[in-house]
């Protein structure tokens, strides 16, 4: 966020604490796109621009090792089915970040389909954004609510108990629009549904 | 000096503008409408052709090399128009092209008021020309038919393909209704089409001055190069005694070979379609078959200041197809007026302010731009 706003030097401590603190991790799990987006992006560009060639060489060593969460399952770890129950409609929101800057498209998908008792709804135009971007939904607030009300018409037409995504941002942005037309529509994140084991959403 | 991007510098900042333009539902169904309708045209085109990331590198490629060697480029694009009987012209900012413009228009045609007949021209937007024109006595004519019915709308272009984009056929029947004296005018495109076709008819006939833009450059045979839809382009070009081309330094591409790299994905990226109806390539001037004087005026207006840095140099291999503009959500939501200036959307949002070197109002989002 730092970053993305312009504040690149307030972003460059963040960076070595990140890379101190996980510089022994086999694998670094992150439950977030847009974190493991600014990291595959800029990370070596902020190195860069910090002349730290150690920091460079430790960002290039540990970037191998980040994966973001539905990634690690089905890309690293080549699991599809995780062994939940979760018998609940559900719709799926296709992060920007997870989109466009990662890639991440059928993954996801297929770790819901395995799901247990899930029945799996389309979402309408799901790879418009939902107008949350960070700043952007602060800066930019008349415009974030203009794209998440047409999110949100999307949502309802899905027809599903429950919108999950890969970001929390979204899902955040998202169920403020639901909850203030009063839907019933719940948001969770994908973690929350694989890790469930049959109780009630 | 005065580099300048129309009325950017006295524009309102982005949030701003965006909150008045979001109360209008009209011109929110329109854009809604037209971009959706635009961006699975092109992507229907896109997904027709094999190589379509192959030319996409290559343009590419060929835009980088161009501006890393811009000086020889246009130095060479300089001499070869003019030996074929254009004259070329140097203007370093906003006032300087339009000084130019009214003196070759005032040397040509004398004191007396003129109209002069305008296509495919953003640039001129751009540097305010129309005002600087009406200063002198001299009435521009838009004749592509979305700046047209902006011009006689007392409105501002929106879009940079589809300038017009947020009125709907009954508020172009009203304008029309207006300005042309057409009070029985109704709303069906085949008379609204008619309605223009007969408006510019008239003008395409008994104007001596065109002022156009340029699609491209070619340095190896100093042609310009036009692509268009409605054959005003033609008109323009080809009707008048006198046309001046105005055209950013950035348009330039080293050899008319390198068309082909340019013509496969300029019309497929912008309209969605496989082929723009109108190419018109031309170089200098040939007595008896068109204008007999034919000058080009090359404007800097802070482009070379872009040059210098790596990234923002990247801003000037920008063709203008406006498939990031049907892309963003953020334009779909407010529409081009909202930026402030005539390049609107995601490259609006760092050209204007790059050229004009100002902080950006509005931060990049959540990047539909890669996409397309």
């Known amino acids: 966020m730092h970053y993305n706003t312009g504040y690149h030097r307030e972003a460059v401590p963040l960076v070595r604490r990140f890379v101190q603190m996980f510089r022994e991790t086999e694998c670094v799990c992150v439950p977030s796109a847009s974190c493991v987006a600014m990291m595959r992006e800029h990370y070596e560009l902020i190195a860069t621009q910090e002349n730290d060639a150690t920091l460079l060489a430790d960002v290039q060593s540990l970037l191998p090792r980040v994966f973001e969460f539905s990634e690690l399952l089905t890309e690293r770890l080549k699991v599809e089915d995780v062994g939940a129950s979760f018998a609940h409609s559900v719709t799926y929101h296709p992060s920007c970040h997870s989109l466009r800057m990662l890639n991440i498209r059928e993954g996801p998908l297929k770790l819901l389909r395995a799901v247990r008792g899930l029945e799996l709804r389309d979402l309408p135009e799901k790879e418009q954004c939902c107008g949350f971007g960070g700043t952007f939904a602060v800066k930019n607030a008349d415009v974030s609510a203009a794209m998440l009300e047409a999110k949100e018409v999307c949502v309802i037409q899905a027809g599903a108990e429950v919108v999950t995504a890969l970001d929390n941002s979204c899902l955040m942005q998202i169920y403020g629009g639901l909850h203030r037309a009063g839907s019933p529509v719940k948001t969770m994140h994908i973690a929350e549904i694989l890790a469930s084991t049959g109780a009630s959403a | ?372």
């Open chain 2, 1 to 372: 000096m005065s580099i300048r991007v129309g009325k950017t510098s006295a524009a309102r900042t982005f949030p701003i503008a965006a909150k008045e333009a979001l109360g209008n539902a009209q011109l929110r169904r329109n854009v809604h409408h037209a971009t959706d309708v635009i961006r699975n045209k092109r992507a229907l085109r896109v997904e027709e052709m094999p190589d379509w990331q192959q030319l996409r590198d290559s343009a590419s490629a060929i835009k980088q090399h161009t501006l890393a060697h811009l000086d020889f480029y246009l130095e060479e694009f300089s001499r070869n128009c003019e030996s074929s009987g254009g004259k070329v012209h140097w203007a370093r900012d906003a006032d300087e092209a339009n000084a130019i413009a009214v003196k070759l228009i005032c040397e040509f045609a004398g004191d007396a008021p003129q109209e002069v007949i305008k296509v495919k021209t953003m640039t001129s937007d751009e540097v305010q020309m129309n005002v600087a024109l009406e200063a002198a006595d001299i009435t521009p004519i838009e004749t592509d038919l979305a700046d047209m019915i902006v011009q006689l709308g007392h409105d501002e272009p929106s879009h940079i393909v589809v300038p017009a984009l947020h009125k709907n056929r009954v508020e172009i029947r009203d304008i029309f209704r207006r300005e042309m004296n057409l009070p029985e005018l109704t709303e069906q495109p085949e008379d609204l089409t008619a309605a223009a076709r007969r408006y510019l008819r008239e003008r395409f006939l008994r104007t001596k001055i065109g002022i156009s833009g340029a699609n491209f450059l070619v340095a190896e045979t100093g042609a310009v190069c036009v692509v268009e839809s409605e054959g005003n382009g033609r008109m323009c070009v080809t009707l008048p005694e006198m046309l001046v081309t105005l055209v950013g330094i950035e348009k330039v591409i080293p050899k008319s070979q390198d068309l082909e790299v340019f013509l496969q994905l300029l019309p497929r990226s912008a309209t969605g379609e496989r082929m723009n109806p109108y190419n018109s390539l031309w170089s200098g001037v040939t007595i008896g078959d068109g204008p007999r004087e034919f000058h080009v005026i090359l404007l800097d207006n802070g482009r070379t200041k872009l040059l210098e840095d790596e990234l923002e140099r990247e801003t000037l291999q920008c063709i203008r197809c406006g498939a990031c503009l049907n892309a963003c959500p953020v334009y779909r939501e407010t529409g081009g007026l909202a930026y402030g200036s005539i390049y609107s959307g995601p490259i609006g949002a760092i050209l204007s302010p790059q050229l004009q070197s100002l902080a950006p109002t509005l931060d990049a989002l959540e990047l539909s731009c890669p996409d397309v």
